[in-house]
């Protein structure tokens, strides 16, 4: 091998954990956030803003669960499916992904509006998030298939299988 191939780094497994460093990023962010938005909008949180009702405000929790749910069954089914493919399951993961990220940063109006719209963008994102679960995972999978590193793995316990009798090449 030549001294510059072992230099080469692989990033290919950027490319699949993109995603899922940005949804665990926004998932904490949204978390952190919630309780500056309580000092920031405390008349919306102790309710006694006009349309800030309790389960408005813990609508935060599960509209990106019932998102991501619906990410994972929904586009997870129609990447396996001829077609569709895992390729435009990862271009409806990152748009999905893209728009309620965008729909998060721009909420804006009265306290009531700006808390519909964040779990609207929260389950937006979800789908998105749960749709690169399930396209990632089986790409990741498939890429270490494909390298040396797994064939050499299998062939550890080869020597041992055969009486102990390790052969070197």
């Given at each position: 091998n030549p001294p510059s191939a072992k230099r080469k780094i692989d990033?290919?497994?950027?490319?699949?954990?993109?995603?899922?460093?940005?949804?665990?990023?926004?998932l904490f962010a949204v978390g952190q956030l919630r309780t500056v938005w309580a000092l920031a909008y405390p008349e919306c949180f102790d309710y006694s803003y006009p349309g800030c009702t309790k389960s408005l405000l813990n609508s935060f929790s599960f509209a990106q669960a019932a998102g991501i749910i619906f990410g994972m069954l929904v586009v997870g089914y129609l990447a396996g499916r001829p077609g569709f493919g895992r390729m435009y399951g990862s271009i409806t993961a990152a748009t999905a992904?893209?728009?309620?990220?965008?729909?998060?940063?721009?909420a804006s109006g009265n306290p009531s509006q700006i808390f519909t719209i964040i779990p609207v963008g929260l389950a937006v994102f979800g789908v998105g998030s749960g749709s690169e679960y399930t396209c990632a995972s089986?790409?990741?999978?498939?890429?270490?298939?494909?390298?040396?590193?797994?064939?050499?793995?299998?062939?550890?316990?080869?020597?041992?299988?055969?009486?102990?009798?390790?052969?070197s090449h």
């Open positions: 990033l290919s497994w950027v490319i699949d954990g993109s995603g899922m460093f940005t949804e665990a990023f926004v992904m893209l728009i309620g990220a965008i729909m998060l940063v721009c089986v790409l990741a999978a498939e890429r270490s298939e494909a390298t040396n590193l797994h064939k050499s793995r299998g062939q550890e316990g080869q020597g041992m299988e055969e009486g102990g009798r390790h052969h």
